[in-house]
């Protein structure tokens, strides 16, 4: 089976890592706090930031969802965000008031108006975003959305996922965690160890923010779902930028196969500098499924308005050859 819809990097864990976590097994009667709290420091160093503002969890998923449950279910905040949107945050517990806002025509993250929607609203308000986009790989534009978080107020409670920024060569400058201290105490910055880092089924996420009440609140809770082998491999990986480079390069090869490849079929597609690339579905959508199905092919299908399109994960050259195979015989 080739499995295409859920952008994990096949690459996977660095060799000396992975060395790491047999070490960990024959650890794994521990309870992880002391490694727990190496990774808050090395991630506080990282980032230049002070250990308390680092939020742990079992996937950046679990920390998502505990910070809407915090800000949402009194029912007093509305959550903004646009579509499609990153399906979890759609599969939060009702009562929900939610407010979703479609792409602009050429399907880009209509901005604007989403920002126009949120200072409309008369309450308080929790804007959902992921740079890059998990859909498109659009990357937001740097200067509107800072000056949006900055002229917001309080009453606005920012959410910017940042899954997929470490496929970004210059995601150290990219990311807003670095300009925090310079911003309001209304945004949470969320990352990832599943996706550039290869560790998706270990369970690892971290977020930053400096709401201090909302840090120590959720801190004990969300680090109580870790496991001592994603946690030691987590402290590990940081320490390893050339496996991490190696990785971003062989993925943006394989990437660009793939957009060569789409091109010579006249496929339309939108994508930025991730591990995935959406293009326009090249036949009747129910036919294309059934083809993907016979060969044992799964890809994401946004929903809305970008249903006639499909997002391909790149996990690896082989597996981007094995797909524009099957696209030649369907547009053959």
């Known amino acids: 089976m080739l499995l295409l819809d859920r952008n994990e990097n096949r690459l996977g864990l660095a060799p000396a890592t992975r060395a790491q976590m047999i070490g960990a097994s024959r650890a794994s009667w521990r309870y992880p706090e002391q490694e727990t709290w190496r990774l808050q420091q090395a991630l506080a160093n990282v980032h230049g930031q002070s250990p308390e503002?680092?939020?742990?969890?079992?996937?950046?998923?679990s920390v998502l969802l505990a910070v809407l449950a915090d800000r949402l279910q009194s029912g007093r905040a509305t959550l903004f965000h646009p579509l499609p949107v990153y399906a979890p945050v759609l599969a939060f517990p009702s009562p929900l008031k939610a407010y979703p806002v479609g792409p602009t025509a050429d399907g880009r993250i209509d901005?604007?108006?989403?920002?126009?929607?949120?200072?409309?609203?008369?309450?308080?308000?929790?804007?959902?975003?992921?740079?890059?986009?998990?859909?498109?790989?659009e990357v937001l534009p740097r200067e509107s959305l800072l000056h949006w978080i900055t002229q917001s107020g309080p009453r606005v409670f920012f959410i910017i996922d940042e899954a997929y920024i470490e496929f970004m060569p210059d995601h150290g400058q990219r990311s807003l965690i670095r300009r925090q201290s310079a911003l309001p105490r209304n945004l949470l910055v969320l990352r990832?160890?599943?996706?550039?880092?290869?560790?998706?089924?270990?369970?690892?996420?971290?977020?930053?923010?400096?709401?201090?009440?909302?840090?120590?609140?959720?801190?004990?809770?969300?680090?109580?779902?870790?496991?001592?082998?994603?946690?030691?491999?987590?402290?590990?990986?940081?320490?390893?930028?050339?496996?991490?480079?190696?990785?971003?390069?062989?993925?943006?090869v394989a990437r660009s196969a793939l957009l060569e490849g789409l091109s010579e079929l006249g496929i339309a597609t939108r994508h930025g500098p991730t591990n995935f690339v959406l293009h326009e579905v090249p036949c009747d959508l129910s036919v294309f499924r059934a083809r993907l199905h016979e060969q044992s092919v799964r890809l994401a299908f946004p929903q809305g308005e970008?249903?006639?399109?499909?997002?391909?994960?790149?996990?690896?050259?082989?597996?981007?050859?094995?797909?524009?195979?099957l696209l030649r015989s369907v547009c053959g």
């Open 111 to 137: 901005l604007p108006r989403l920002r126009q929607r949120v200072e409309q609203h008369q309450g308080d308000a929790v804007v959902y975003l992921s740079n890059p986009d998990c859909y498109s790989g």
């Open 306 to 325: 970008l249903s006639s399109w499909c997002r391909v994960s790149v996990d690896c050259f082989a597996s981007v050859q094995a797909y524009l195979t």
């Open 53 to 61: 503002r680092v939020l742990l969890g079992a996937g950046s998923t």
């Open 192 to 252: 990832s160890f599943s996706k550039a880092y290869g560790m998706a089924g270990l369970r690892v996420g971290y977020a930053v923010t400096r709401n201090a009440r909302l840090a120590a609140q959720l801190r004990v809770p969300l680090a109580t779902g870790m496991n001592l082998p994603g946690v030691m491999a987590a402290c590990d990986a940081l320490e390893d930028a050339a496996w991490l480079e190696h990785s971003r390069f062989l993925l943006e």
